[in-house]
Nanobody
Framework: QVQLVESGGGLVQPGGSLRLSCAAS????????MGWYRQAPGKQRELVAA???????HYADSVKGRFTISGDNALITVYLQMNSLQPDDTAVYYC??????????????WGQGTQVTVSS
């Protein structure tokens, strides 16, 4: 009973910026971690960035120095600031939540995705 909704995607030129948002709703105890994944046509889905409830962050090597993940203290809303976008960043971006939905009851949930296209 957890829903994740992504927003903020669109078409940008190389070198441009976008900020993606992921908002969680439903019934759950807490969110342990949130991550942003992306999947380009014909490629596997890959982890782009993640943040834990303790504030630790992780970035894929391909986006280090360009992307920043952030969120509120409860990770109800998480953002991905994307700068210096390149054509290889073109993909559908998905948020993923590691959620405690009950005592000793922990699951992953996925949003529907938002399209990011980087092209001149």
């Amino acid at each position: 009973q957890v829903q994740l909704v992504e927003s903020g995607g669109g078409l940008v030129q190389p070198g441009g910026s976008l900020r993606l948002s992921c908002a969680a709703s439903g019934s759950f105890f807490s969110i342990n971690a949130m991550g942003w994944y992306r999947q380009a046509p014909g490629k596997q889905r890959e982890l782009v960035a993640a943040i834990t409830s303790g504030g630790s962050t992780h970035y894929a090597d391909s986006v280090k120095g360009r992307f920043t993940i952030s969120g509120d203290n409860a990770l109800i809303t998480v953002y991905l600031q994307m700068n210096s976008l390149q054509p290889d960043d073109t993909a559908v971006y998905y948020c993923n939540a590691d959620v405690d939905v009950g005592w000793n009851d922990r699951y992953d949930y996925w949003g529907q995705g938002t399209q990011v296209t980087v092209s001149s």
